[in-house]
């Protein structure tokens, strides 16, 4: 049974579990012969789950992984946050070398489905298209969240101090060219007491193939069922006039040097940049601030995410940031090497277990997973076998 | 240097006076016409100072302050642990550049040399086919590089190497054939006259006369080939680690400058800074070495 | 062309001995020659069957549409075609002048001692990353063009209606600035070397005869030199056509064809790069055919120079060693 608690505290859900339950991945849990804990429902369950015990005997095990060095590819979001994890890893574990390059998404996919990579990483899972390119022999795919994040909407309005406050439908303005100065009304509607100035908006928007264009639309459909009209997907034809810059950083810096413009960026680059961001109106009528909290609370609200149905955008709760999403690693459910196999399941499972690499998202301002989804990943990583059809993630 | 028209005596004074005039005021119009012109190209001058010493200025003061003993000695690091460096792009750079030259170069100077001392239909077709490869985009070149080599063998810093050293070959052809073609004529002749055959009128004759072009037009793919991002983006992969072995993944410099820059953390940013200034360095230092070999080698035929 | 043949003296002959007899070296020049012709060959191979599936299906018109849009099936090439030559246009219409300027500045009129200073700073501008440029462009020129140069273009320019529209930061002007900058360079470099060699016999002889020394120039250097300073162009044009990441950074990225200089615009090459990575099936051989139709452009600008120099009129100053 899910519990909600709206007004749970952010430390409250990190606390150490003193009655635990995971989510919906308890139905799962039950159904695996390595289930643990019994489920029991309490008022005072965090809604983003609890850790499975035994994480700590899978993490000493993560590390006893055979020595060597593989390659992985994929998405340039996660590639401080699995660049850091796995020196980290390394650290630990000084015969295993795991070269992780953030390539793109498409193309550590590519490079997957090319067999040149172990595994590859992705802001959007693979979907029936590019599953069909995977050779039939192959296998199935396993596809796992890794990290979470954010998409702020940040700005640069001279001479306006405090964040300007933007609901769904006026973004979906804005972003679709119909919005077209800072003084519309809908945007001064929501604004009381802010002088905006009379200026035409500037919309800076992703030149390249980009997963957070797909979270960021992915948000203003779900939100705007019927006014949103230019799709969901990493590439979008944005109206003539908008400015278009390669990757989240491309953005951020046209953003900072262009007055009156607006666009959408990764939570770390709009923290790191320090740049103004605008609190957004989520579902339950709140506007918040995105931060690591608000993400993670509305990554709490939907913790049963699978590769057929990951997004988080525009959860319910009061302290939901509504503009989430995941990012995923992807793997051979059938591994062809006993040794590849199982050094890319332990680096995988200590990579996104708290206790193991999840713990260093924090200091980078990524989000991490919430328990329930560590619970998740850790059962499909145990489906993963070798050659003989050996179960690879071993205690 | 004033004109001396040599006028033959002529009884009409005056009409002596009215030539000496014309010409006089036709030099006037010349010496200023070229004030004018040697104006206009000093302007030039500086206006092609000013990005130089823009983007110099803009890079240094971004980069200096990555030059550390660290950066220069040790691997990667990810962000948040002190102490790394851009050692392992480093070694990448100078494995892949190394070998696309040790190619290219030979391999053009000799295409050079054969557009040199032909110009038959053969010669032509060949000379237009390196112009238009002048202009194959960078990334295009990668991606022929990945379809080429990587697809078959992988990702490898030979995959970079040869797509590097793709971009190099026509620029090395062409300046190199600009350079041998400004050997004079005579000297050719006079060679032959001696007896000497082609072989040796080339070695001797044409490419050490033509060698301070054609140190110009290498150093000039080196540093084209050094800066390069978008051939080594789809065919070395990259390596957080130090790597020796160019048919294994390698980092480089360019690549890594492309990924840093992009990353939100300033001190990664800074490393991208300092790496880029490492680059131009590097060329610096290869620039000024040309020209003190190509003086050196000067002096001793003298 | 005539051969001497001459009987060798015995001391030549045995230098000789070390060099290979002339059908030996002509082979060899020859072999290079094919392999280079061989991996041209090979690239464009390549190319060709990556792209022909988008021909295929799609027929021929597709390139000249005016909307890239892979999600409609729409795969126009038009916007990039017209962004490519405008960008490069700018570049050239900049590079040809400053450049050939600069070179005559740094051959003959910069004192002897200063000149290998001068001549290595602007090498180094060779050295400069794409990427480094890109970001230079995007932070520091972008606001100046946008602030201080357009409005100063447009206010005098204006006439013209090149300059129509707003003000913006990345532009096709800032890209044309961008690579202008990118191939100075070249420019520079290969034609300061080409003007330096013209022989010094002829040079001296117009100063006799009392020429000034733009005449000097004018009727004697520029011409002997105007096959190199064609191989400088067509390099430095080349590097314009096919420059990736800088444009890709600073050019604005829309898909729609620029109506004025200040518009955001796109070049094949930004599209490629771009779009490469994540495109699959008919877009990612719209992209190889995109790359195509580049290679065409630039055959084309590649001839239309060479005619432009060879119906000047011009002597061939070559080595010719021998036909």
Redesign the interface.
């Known amino acids: 049974m899910r519990t909600r608690n709206a007004n749970l505290s952010k430390t409250g859900r990190r606390a150490a579990p003193l009655v635990a339950l995971g989510l919906a991945g308890a139905a799962l849990l039950s159904a695996c012969s390595s289930s643990t804990s019994a489920p029991t429902t309490t008022t005072t369950a965090p809604p983003g789950g609890t850790l499975s015990s035994g994480n700590a005997a899978f993490l000493a095990a993560d590390l006893k992984a055979p020595a060597g060095t593989f390659n992985a590819s994929g998405s340039t979001f996660v590639q401080p946050f699995f660049n850091s994890a796995f020196f980290k890893y390394t650290s630990l574990n000084q015969g295993l070398q795991v070269n992780y390059q953030g390539v793109g998404s498409g193309a550590g996919i590519t490079a997957f489905e090319g067999g040149s990579v172990a595994f590859a990483a992705s802001d959007v899972p693979m979907g029936a298209s590019d599953l069909a390119k995977v050779p039939a022999a192959s296998g199935p795919v396993v596809q796992i969240p890794d990290i979470l994040g954010g998409v702020a909407i940040a700005y640069n309005l001279p001479g306006v101090t405090g964040r300007v406050r933007l609901d769904a439908p006026t973004l979906a303005g804005i972003f679709d060219g119909t919005i077209t100065t800072w003084n519309a009304s809908q945007i001064t509607a929501l604004n009381p007491g802010v002088t905006l100035p009379a200026h035409v908006i500037t919309p800076e928007v992703r030149a390249d193939s980009s997963g957070t264009t797909y979270i960021f639309t992915d948000y203003l459909k779900s939100a705007n069922p019927t006014a949103w009209t230019l799709g969901t997907s990493k590439t979008i034809a944005w109206p003539a006039g908008f400015a278009q810059t390669p990757k989240n950083s491309g953005v951020a810096a046209s953003i900072l040097s262009s007055p009156y413009s607006i666009g959408y960026v990764e939570l770390s680059y709009a923290i790191k940049n320090n740049m103004t961001y605008a609190k957004v109106k989520n579902s339950a009528g709140t506007y918040v601030v995105p931060s690591l909290a608000t993400v993670a609370a509305d990554a709490d609200q939907k913790t049963n995410v699978s590769a057929t149905d990951f997004s988080i955008v525009n959860q319910p709760g009061a302290t939901s940031y509504p503009i989430s999403g995941y990012s995923w690693a992807i793997l051979l459910q059938k591994q062809t090497s006993a040794t590849t196999g199982a050094q890319v399941v332990k680096v995988l499972d200590w990579t996104t277990h708290t206790g193991g690499g999840q713990d260093l998202a924090t200091a980078l301002d990524y989000v991490m997973l919430p328990p329930a989804v560590q619970n998740q990943n850790r059962i499909q990583l145990l489906t993963v076998t070798g050659p003989t059809g050996q179960t690879l993630l071993t205690k | 240097?004033?004109?001396?028209l040599d006028v033959p005596v002529d009884p009409n004074v005056e009409r002596r006076l009215a030539v000496q005039a014309a010409a006089s005021s036709s030099?006037r119009r010349?010496?200023m016409?070229?004030v004018?012109?040697?104006g206009?190209?000093?302007?030039?001058?500086a206006?092609?100072?000013v990005?130089?010493v823009?983007?110099?200025v803009?890079?240094t003061s971004k980069g200096l302050s990555a030059w550390t003993t660290d950066f220069f000695t040790k691997s990667t690091?990810?962000?948040?642990?002190a102490g790394g460096g851009v050692w392992n792009a480093i070694v990448g750079t100078v494995v892949i550049t190394t070998i696309a030259t040790a190619v290219a170069v030979p391999?053009g100077l000799?295409?050079g040399?054969?557009?040199?001392?032909?110009?038959?239909r053969?010669a032509q077709?060949?000379r237009?086919?390196?112009?238009?490869?002048?202009?194959?985009?960078?990334?295009?070149v990668g991606?022929?590089g990945y379809?080429?080599i990587?697809?078959n063998f992988?990702?490898s810093g030979l995959a970079g190497s040869f797509a590097v050293g793709?971009i190099m070959?026509?620029?090395i052809?062409?300046?190199g054939?600009?350079?041998?073609?400004?050997?004079?004529?005579s000297l050719?002749e006079a060679a032959?006259?001696?007896?000497?055959?082609?072989?040796?009128?080339?070695?001797r004759v044409?490419v050490p006369t033509a060698l301070?072009?054609v140190i110009?037009?290498v150093?000039?793919a080196i540093?084209?080939g050094?800066?390069?991002?978008?051939p080594l983006?789809l065919t070395i992969?990259?390596?957080?680690?130090l790597q020796w072995n160019p048919t294994k993944?390698m980092a480089a410099?360019?690549t890594l400058?492309?990924?840093y820059?992009?990353?939100?953390?300033?001190d990664?940013v800074q490393v991208a800074w300092g790496a880029?200034l490492l680059?131009?360095a590097?060329?610096?230092v290869l620039?000024?070495g040309s020209?003190l070999l190509a003086a050196y080698l000067r002096k001793e035929r003298r | 062309m005539t051969t001497v043949e001459m009987p060798v003296p015995r001391q030549a002959r045995k230098r000789d001995r070390w060099s290979l007899p002339d059908n030996g070296y002509r082979g060899m020049l020859a072999v290079t020659a094919v392999a280079f012709v061989a991996l041209a060959v090979w690239f464009l191979v390549a190319v060709i069957l990556q792209a022909a599936p988008a021909f295929s299906t799609l027929g021929f018109g597709w390139i000249f549409g005016g909307v890239w849009n892979p999600s409609h099936g729409q795969y126009g090439l038009l916007p990039f075609i017209v962004g490519t030559l405008e960008s490069t246009a700018i570049a050239v219409a900049l590079a040809f002048p400053i450049g050939l300027g600069t070179a005559i500045s740094l051959a003959f009129l910069v004192p002897a001692r200063i000149r290998p200073y001068l001549s290595t700073a602007v090498e180094l501008l060779a050295a400069v990353p794409s990427v480094v440029y890109g970001l230079w462009g995007l932070i520091v020129l972008a606001p100046i063009f946008r602030d201080t140069v357009e409005p100063v273009l447009t206010s005098v320019f204006g006439w013209t209606g090149l300059f129509n529209g707003p003000n913006n930061g990345p532009s096709l002007l800032l890209a044309g600035v961008i690579l202008f900058i990118m191939i100075l360079p070249t420019m520079v470099a290969i034609s300061r070397d080409v003007l330096i060699v013209v022989p010094v016999e002829q040079v001296e002889g117009a100063m006799a005869l009392g020429a000034t020394r733009w005449q000097v120039l004018r009727k004697v250097v520029l011409p002997g030199a105007r096959t190199g300073i064609l191989g400088a162009f067509t390099l430095a044009t080349g590097r314009a056509l096919g420059e990736t990441v800088a444009v890709a950074m600073v050019i604005g990225n829309s898909p729609y064809l620029a109506h004025s200089l200040k518009s955001s615009a796109a070049t094949i090459p930004s599209l490629i790069v771009n779009n490469f990575p994540e495109s699959t099936g008919t877009e990612l051989s719209a992209l190889f055919g995109a790359g195509l139709v580049l290679l065409v452009i630039g055959t084309l600008v590649n001839s239309a120079a060479r005619w432009l120099v060879w119906s000047t009129g011009q002597e061939n100053a070559g080595i010719g060693v021998g036909r």
């Open positions: 240097m004033t004109a001396v030099l010349r010496k016409g070229s004018v012109a040697m206009v190209c000093w302007l030039f001058l206006i092609a100072i990005p130089l823009a983007v110099v803009y890079v690091t990810p962000e948040g642990v391999l000799l295409c040399l054969f557009l040199a001392e032909s110009d038959g053969a077709a060949l237009f086919t390196a112009d238009v490869m002048t202009g194959i985009p960078s990334i295009t991606i022929f379809i080429a990587v697809r992988g990702y793709f070959l026509p620029v052809i062409r300046a054939e600009t350079a041998f073609r400004g050997v004079p004529r050719n032959m006259a001696l007896g000497a055959r082609r072989a040796t009128i080339a070695r044409v301070p072009g110009t037009g150093l000039l540093a084209r050094l800066g390069e991002t978008a983006l992969f990259g390596n957080q680690y993944p410099l360019p400058i492309y990924s820059s992009g990353q939100p953390y300033a990664l880029a680059l131009m590097v060329v610096l620039s000024i020209r």
